[in-house]
Nanobody, 125 residues
Framework: QVQLVESGGGSVQAGGSLRLSCAVF????????RAWFRQAPGKEREGVAC????????VYADSVKGRFTISQDNAKTMVYLQMNSLTPEDTAMYYC??????????????????WGQGTQVTVSS
């Protein structure tokens, strides 16, 4: 069905930037939205940003507003997360996710059906 393959993680100093990429394999109609989640050791998984596949609406967590930008290419086969002004609090495993169901007014819940394997982001002081 839908497979997600992530790349772009790494180590960066505070104040730096990283761009995460997620390749989406499967029909465009197989996903209603795409999202990025993250989880730090000992912490709960949280939604970071999401984008509706067939529309332009995006949703961001308050902690990343103004710093992170989620986007997708014209063919809807790639999803990106541009991360600027990174801080050590952003250190986590970042996961790409997607779901065929319409999420309503928010797409940052923990219910996506498809998940990537994750890519590590480490921000040092």
């Amino acid at each position: 069905q839908v497979q997600l393959v992530e790349s772009g993680g790494g180590s960066v100093q505070a104040g730096g930037s990283l761009r995460l990429s997620c390749a989406v394999f499967g029909s465009t109609y197989s996903t209603s939205y795409r999202a990025w989640f993250r989880q730090a050791p000992g912490k709960e998984r949280e939604g970071v940003a999401c984008i509706y596949t067939l529309g332009s609406r995006t949703v961001y967590a308050d902690s990343v507003k103004g710093r992170f930008t989620i986007s997708q290419d014209n063919a809807k086969t790639m999803v990106y997360l541009q991360m600027n002004s990174l801080t050590p609090e952003d250190t986590a495993m970042y996961y790409c996710a997607a779901d065929p169901r319409w999420p309503g007014d928010t797409c940052l819940g923990l219910g996506p059906s498809y998940w990537g394997q994750g890519t590590q982001v480490t921000v040092s002081s």
